[in-house]
């Protein structure tokens, strides 16, 4: 896919061996439910988070409805935080 966002995760290579599926990606990747879950005993945090990653998630998929004018469905994405901004990604695949 050639969509170029900072919200969206650049995939660098997939590989698929006996069953088990792989993708690497040039990032530092936390799966958003561990990073919220790891904030859950601050409620003040909690709703920052949701708050911040609301705006980012607007702004990516607003993004891809633009590039390609269709909406994604949520079981056609898995979102993630960018450890080193805080940042929410998208990451544009099926889940398994």
Do not use: K
């Amino acid at each position: 896919m050639s969509l170029r966002h900072p919200n969206i995760i650049q995939i660098c290579g997939a590989a698929s061996s006996h069953g088990i599926h792989a993708a690497l990606f040039n990032d530092d990747l936390v799966p958003a439910r561990y990073f919220i879950d790891s904030h859950r005993d601050s409620h003040f945090l909690t709703v920052y988070i949701y708050a911040h990653c609301n705006q980012d998630f607007s702004e990516a998929f607003n993004y891809i409805w633009s590039a390609l004018q269709r909406p994604f469905p949520s079981s056609e994405y898995t979102i993630w935080i960018r450890r080193s901004t805080g940042r929410l990604c998208a990451e544009l695949t099926p889940r398994q």
